[in-house]
């Protein structure tokens, strides 16, 4: 069975780091477009960041373009969300989610087929 699970969320203050990692089970990450998503309350989802199947080409939401960036480290089958220069408005609870038939990049999130069950990021002082 194909799953998702995501780590590393936690309650930080304006301007700290934190690293979110995204490990996959029953299947092999680096062969899938992977995508960082999130979800503030009363809002819809969003993409965050994207890594994609074919050439590691990445994508950036121009909110945390420059302030986050996404890996993979293939030996652990494992994405991660490095975010650095955290703003209260980052506040989400964020979700990494498998687009299997993605080559490129992909930024809907209704063309994911497997997610995570998310990880709560607060940013507050």
């Known amino acids: 069975q194909s799953q998702l699970a995501e780590s590393g969320g936690g309650l930080v203050q304006p301007g700290d780091s934190l690293r979110l990692a995204c490990a996959g089970s029953?299947?092999?990450?680096?062969?899938?477009?992977i995508g960082w998503f999130r979800q503030a309350p009363g809002k819809e989802r969003e993409v965050v960041a994207c890594?994609?199947?074919?050439?590691?080409?990445?994508y950036y939401a121009d909110s945390v373009k420059g302030r986050f960036t996404i890996s993979r480290d293939n030996a652990k089958n494992t994405v991660y969300l490095q975010m650095n220069s955290l703003k209260p408005e980052d506040t989400a609870v964020y979700y990494c989610?498998?687009?299997?038939?993605?080559?490129?990049?992909?930024?809907?999130?209704?063309?994911?087929?497997?997610w995570g069950q998310g990880t709560q990021v607060t940013v507050s002082s």
């Open positions: 029953g299947f092999t990450l680096k062969y899938n477009t």
């Open positions: 989610g498998a687009d299997i038939e993605a080559m490129g990049i992909s930024m809907i999130s209704d063309e994911y087929n497997y």
């Open positions: 890594i994609s199947s074919s050439d590691s080409t990445t």
